[in-house]
C-alpha cells in the first residue's frame, strides 16, 4: 500500500490533475449552464462513478492493453467524444427549454431530467473520457510500493480517492456555473443564448477530444 509520503505526493499531483480544464471539468460547466445546478450535480456523481470504474480496470490490466493499443485508445476516444457533440448539439437544439420551463415555473410544470438519467449521462462521458484513461495507467503505479505485494488492490484504492476528489471539485464548478446560469435567468430570454453557449462549448470540447493525439 502507498506510504504516508506517497498518499501526499498522489494528493498534491491529482489537485493539479483534476483542476486542469479537461473533458469532466469542461463537461461539468457546460451541463450546469445548460441544464442548471440539480442535473449538473447528478452529472458529476455520475462522472464520478464512471472514473471510479476506468480505475478499476486499469487495476485488473485492462488499462494498459488500451495504452498499448492504437485501436483500443481511438475506439474510446471516439465514442466519449462523439457522446459529448451529441449533448452539446440536444442542447442548441432544446435551448428554449429552459426558458420555457421557467415561464411554467407559475403553473408548477417544471421540466427536468430524471436523476437516473443525469447520472447515466455522467457515468458515459467519465467512462470514456481517455486522458484519464492514460493518467491512470502511467501516474499511479509510481505511488504504489512493488515489493509490498497487492499492487492489484493499491491502484483501484488510489483511483477511488481520485475519483472522490474529482466529485468534490466539479461539483464546486457545478455550483458556480449554476449561480451563473441563475443570474441570466432573471431575464428569460437570456437563457436562449445561454443554452447555445454551453452546447457550443461542449460540441468544441468534443471535436477536440476526438482530434487530440
Not at 84 to 113: F, M, N, T
Request: glycine share 10%.
Amino acid at each position: 500500500m502507498p506510504s504516508s509520503s506517497q498518499w501526499l505526493a498522489f494528493v498534491v499531483a491529482s489537485i493539479l490533475f483534476i483542476q486542469v480544464p479537461g473533458p469532466s471539468l469542461l463537461f461539468t460547466i457546460g451541463r450546469a449552464l445548460t441544464v442548471g445546478r440539480r442535473d449538473a450535480l447528478l452529472s458529476v456523481v455520475g462522472n464520478g462513478l464512471g472514473l471510479m470504474a476506468q480505475v478499476l480496470l486499469v487495476a485488473v490490466g485492462l488499462g494498459a492493453v488500451v495504452a498499448a493499443s492504437a485501436t483500443a485508445y481511438t475506439v474510446i476516444k471516439l465514442v466519449g467524444a462523439a457522446y459529448v457533440i451529441y449533448l452539446g448539439v440536444q442542447a442548441i437544439r432544446h435551448r428554449k427549454d429552459a426558458r420555457l420551463a421557467l415561464e411554467r415555473a407559475a403553473d408548477d410544470l417544471p421540466v427536468r431530467s430524471t436523476a437516473l438519467a443525469s447520472v447515466r449521462t455522467g457515468v458515459i462521458v467519465g467512462a470514456t473520457n481517455p486522458k484519464t484513461i492514460v493518467f491512470f495507467v502511467a501516474f499511479l503505479p509510481q505511488f504504489t510500493n512493488e515489493a509490498a505485494g497487492s499492487a492489484g488492490v493499491a491502484l483501484a484504492l488510489l483511483g477511488l480517492v481520485f475519483g472522490a476528489m474529482a466529485i468534490a471539485s466539479d461539483s464546486v464548478w457545478a455550483l458556480a456555473a449554476g449561480k451563473a446560469r441563475d443570474w441570466f435567468s432573471r431575464r428569460p430570454h437570456r437563457l436562449d443564448r445561454l443554452g447555445t453557449a454551453g452546447g457550443v462549448m461542449m460540441v468544441g470540447l468534443g471535436t477536440t477530444m476526438a482530434v487530440a493525439e
